[in-house]
């Protein structure tokens, strides 16, 4: 990376625990190509955007991060359960990261910026750093609106007991190949989708808005994630339910959230009111950008 470094944490030599847990799980995903099953792979891919989209997406980020939408608590502890299948750590953990990468993006503060080498935002950060480690004063500060419920507090701490569950039930029900494509080679593809909205979402591609964040538009990755990837959209206007804001920026946590409104089981919606998007460039001045947004913009982050 040419940028200055502007937050290098210090070496803490590698987490041993986090990094045997990731062995195995790219060994299992390598395994799954010569176990294929169409079958399997179609539970791979279904449980993909159970997991991922209404999980990660509408429920860990949109919902419970950005509080972009409400939701009866039924609903945000089932878009939380179907987040826990991605195993991507406990939620509220999850959840204080993000708020940390918002609060801190791309200075020094942010767990996991590019600024620190493309390796670090990507995987790095998690296997010789702290990852989502956090003391409980911070993940108070953070999310003090999630440790006061109890099944967020507990679901957070047994975060690995559902998918224990689900692999159980693939293995029972389908056999090995089903648990090798819809836990192993799917976890472990998510979790680089995820990761990619840390790391190439921070260097590669478009920015409409003129944030004084490095946060880009990546088609790809909007791909890879169900619309997170229109990352600049989302760090000009964070708590936005819509990510993309153009017909062309393909968003399927918005479609699942509309039609989560559609059914009078999402409302509160927040958005950014902008009359043309495709009106607002990079070579318009943030300060200018910014104006055109609605009340729930709020500059950067
Ligand atoms: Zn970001
Ligand atoms: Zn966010």
């Not at 999850?94 to 801190?104: E, G, K």
């Not at 003090?144 to 692999?167: E, G, M, Q, S, T």
């Not at 000009?236 to 039609?259: C, F, K, M, Q």
Request: proline letters at 5%; hydrophobic letters at 45%; glycine letters at 8%.
């Amino acid at each position: 990376m040419s940028k200055e470094t502007t937050s290098k944490h210090p070496a803490r030599g590698i987490n041993w625990h986090t990094t045997i847990f990731m062995a195995l799980f790219h060994v299992g995903a390598v395994a799954a190509l010569f176990m294929f099953n169409w079958k399997a792979l179609v539970a791979s891919v279904v449980l993909w955007w159970v997991t991922a989209s209404l999980g990660v997406g509408m429920g860990f980020h949109r919902l419970l991060t950005h509080r972009g939408y409400k939701t009866p608590k039924s609903v945000e502890y089932f878009l939380t359960f179907c987040g826990a299948l991605a195993l991507e750590g406990g939620h509220i953990l999850w959840v204080v990261t993000h708020r940390i990468h918002h609060a801190h993006t791309d200075v020094p503060g942010d767990p996991h910026t590019p600024r620190d080498g493309g390796w670090w935002s990507h995987i790095g950060w998690m296997l010789t750093g702290p990852g989502q480690q956090h003391e409980p004063s911070v993940v108070e500060h953070y999310a003090p609106d999630l440790v006061k419920d109890r099944f967020h507090v507990w679901l957070n701490k047994y975060y690995w007991a559902p998918i224990v569950l689900l692999a159980l039930i693939l293995v029972a029900g389908g056999g090995w190949p089903y648990l090798m494509w819809a836990v192993f080679f799917r976890v472990t593809f998510n979790l680089h989708a995820t990761w990619l909205v840390n790391s190439a979402t921070h260097m590669w591609g478009k920015r409409r808005f003129a944030t004084r964040v490095d946060s880009r538009n990546n088609w790809w990755v909007a791909l890879l994630t169900f619309g997170e990837g229109w990352h600049n959209n989302h760090h000009a206007n964070p708590t936005s339910a819509r990510h993309g804001l153009a017909w062309y920026e393909v968003d399927l946590n918005w479609y699942g959230i509309s039609v989560l409104k559609m059914l009078g089981l999402a409302w509160d919606v927040k958005l950014t009111k902008m009359r043309q998007p495709e009106e607002v460039k990079v070579i318009v001045p943030a300060k200018v950008v910014i104006e055109q947004l609605a009340p729930v913009a709020s500059g950067d982050d």
